[in-house]
């Protein structure tokens, strides 16, 4: 699915083409090569090991777009190359592969961009919101609270999504997006998480070798910030009776902002303009070719990507970026388990 999304943005660009792809499955590589030659008129050529994809001097960028628990040995293999990438979210499913792969970046090849797939930041209603919040609108922001309710992880192949092993767990697999939000709003550092979550309704009845998911369904988690700020995060997978799958509050001491992602609705209401005054605004981003599943996210980043590489400028969103959005997953995993606070040390030296 997030293959098709990523081919379909990039042949949406200016300049570009797709011109191999990489996937052990071969009912896979032929969806995926069936939407290049539907969108672009063009053949691709199919490789069944990515390996020989990287050694075959058809391409100059990879997307990867694998199974979460492969990341590290694929992006490994990337960055002994001298090719620009983009990996998707979540970076690694531990603290310890993602020191692996930004120590290998860090020891990179001049000029090649290195781009940690975090589109939600490109959520047009998300964007606005940053940029209320960097001219000031709300004053000095002290809360962040990110409401996701949705449908149940979907079916994904060979069903790697059901086993926190695979995965990271789920606030690893699906909310290093949001914890990743957090950190931009309140441009500070994580010092601790306190969370509570289980599996209450999901993939209970469900079996693969005798062996039942074990993903959680939802949670609450708290973040609290080296700068004083504090986070939460509510997540309900399954809600999918909801108006909004996600909504994103931030409150400072002169206002509050609130984003309806779904709706692509920013609302914003400062105290000095009285307690019932709020305006509401409509965003939209002209400047998007394609919607696809991400709200046009998915298109702004790959944008944003294209110009490092044509400009030999850092990437804006960086493996250090994915990491520390993992560290905060893996936190509340671990507070889960303990039942208590998790101190960030504990998660990573470098917090």
């Known amino acids: 699915m997030m ?51 990287l050694s075959s001097g058809l391409i100059d960028a990879v997307v990867i777009v694998t199974p979460n628990m492969t990341h590290v040995d694929v992006l490994s293999d990337v960055l002994a190359t001298d090719l620009h990438v983009m ?126 998911p074990d993903i959680l369904d939802n949670g609450f988690v708290i973040v609290d910030f080296d700068n004083g700020v504090r986070g939460l995060l509510d997540l309900c997978m399954f809600a999918e009776a909801s108006k909004n799958e996600q909504e994103i509050s931030v409150t400072g001491d002169e206002g509050k902002l609130e984003a309806m992602v779904t709706e692509s609705i920013l609302r914003i209401g400062r105290r000095a303009d009285g307690q019932h005054v709020v305006a509401e605004r409509s965003i939209t981003d002209e400047s998007i070719r394609h919607v696809g599943l991400h709200n046009g996210a998915s298109y702004l980043e790959h944008v944003d990507f294209l110009e490092a590489i044509r400009s030999q400028t850092p990437a804006k969103v960086t493996l250090v970026d994915g990491m520390k959005s993992v560290a905060i997953g893996l936190a509340a995993h671990r507070s889960i388990e303990l039942g208590r606070a998790v101190e960030m040390h504990e998660v990573s030296a470098n917090g």
């Not at 990039?10 to 539907?38: F, K, M, Q, W, Y």
């Not at 949001?178 to 010092?191: G, K, N, Q």
Request: aromatic share 8%.
């Open 87 to 212: 990996v998707e979210k979540p970076l690694c499913t531990t603290i310890e592969d993602c020191q692996r792969v930004v120590d290998a970046a860090a020891e990179g090849v001049p000029g090649r961009v290195v781009w940690m797939g975090l589109e939600y930041r490109y959520m047009p209603p998300t964007t606005a919101m940053l940029d209320e919040i960097r001219t000031g609108t709300v004053g000095n922001v002290k809360m962040v609270a990110i409401r996701e309710h949705r449908f149940p992880f979907l079916e994904k192949v060979g069903d790697w999504n059901r086993f926190n092993r695979n995965t990271g767990g789920t606030f690893v697999e699906k909310c290093c997006h949001f914890f990743d939000l957090m950190r931009l709003i309140a441009d500070a550092e994580p010092v601790r998480v306190f969370a509570s979550g289980a599996q209450d309704v999901n993939h209970l009845d469900e079996s693969y070798n005798g062996e039942t």
């Open 3 to 53: 293959g098709v999304e990523h081919i379909e943005n990039i042949l949406h660009l200016d300049g570009t083409g797709v011109t191999a792809i990489a996937d052990p499955s071969a009912e896979r590589r032929a969806i995926g090569a069936n939407t290049v030659r539907e969108l672009s008129g063009t053949d691709v050529v199919e490789f069944a090991d990515y390996r020989d994809m």
